[in-house]
């Protein structure tokens, strides 16, 4: 079973670049999440989506953008990276009536010069 | 102040142990406890989850819940060398200026099972 897929699982970026990563998971889930995790900090909600077609902002939203394609895609996006967003990235589904998180992919480590 | 505060360790123990991995926090808000294993270079894994104080239990885990303390604990039985992980905590509140929960996670604690 795949569960949660992203790509790519490394990049490197310089200021001012922009990318998207991308996540898909084939567990039917209504919930998606991305999170960013960095040293000493914990996991952090930069946006989430509670179904196809919605999205609310997280904890640290400034500087990204989502898109939920479809019930199975949901992508973070840098318009214009800055080294501060620098960290490791995971994007996160469910099913639970509590909207928290159960399956993570395993990451997109990202590094802005 | 961080609302929820965790060791970040390393804790190093030997194959068999007991081991105690442990979280305070601030917000008596939060009313959902959940603990993730976080194997290196991989995703969060949900592991255990509780909502009332109390102890629970699945297999060599044991979540342990005290909320007159603001206090959970995570024991592990029988440690293995494949125990090796980080550990987080997280807590969910219901927030009313979003209408929803909130899931706020500790920093994790690093685990090592000596064989």
């Known amino acids: 079973n795949a569960g949660v897929t992203q790509t790519p699982k490394f990049q490197v970026l310089k200021t001012g670049q922009s990318m998207t990563l991308q996540c898909a998971q084939d567990?039917?889930?209504?919930?998606m999440y991305w999170y960013r995790q960095d040293p000493g900090m914990g996991l952090r909600l930069i946006y989430y989506s509670a179904s196809e077609g919605t999205t609310d902002k997280g904890e640290v939203p400034n500087g990204y953008n989502v898109s939920r394609l479809n019930k199975r895609e949901f992508s973070l996006r840098l318009e214009s990276a800055a080294p501060s967003q620098t960290s490791v990235y995971f994007c996160?589904?469910?099913?639970?009536?509590?909207?928290?998180?159960?399956?993570f992919g395993d990451g997109t480590r990202l590094s802005i010069l | 102040q961080k609302e929820v505060e965790q060791d970040p360790g390393p804790l190093s123990v030997p194959e068999g142990a007991i081991v105690s991995l442990n979280c305070t926090y601030s917000n008596s808000a939060f009313q959902y406890f959940m603990w993730y294993r976080q194997y290196s270079r991989k995703g969060p894994e949900l592991l255990m989850y509780?909502?009332?104080?109390g102890n629970k239990e699945d297999g060599r885990f044991t979540a342990q819940v005290d909320k007159s303390s603001k206090y959970i604990s995570l024991f592990i039985r029988d440690s293995q060398p494949s125990d090796s992980a980080t550990y987080l905590c997280?807590?969910?509140?219901?927030?009313?200026?979003?209408?929803?929960?909130?899931?706020?996670f500790g920093s994790g604690t690093r685990l090592q099972v000596q064989p």
């Open positions: 997280a807590m969910s509140a219901y927030r009313r200026d979003t209408g929803r929960r909130a899931l706020t």
């Open positions: 509780t909502y009332s104080s």
């Open positions: 567990m039917n889930h209504n919930s």
């Open positions: 996160a589904s469910s099913d639970r009536l509590d909207n928290q998180p159960q399956h």
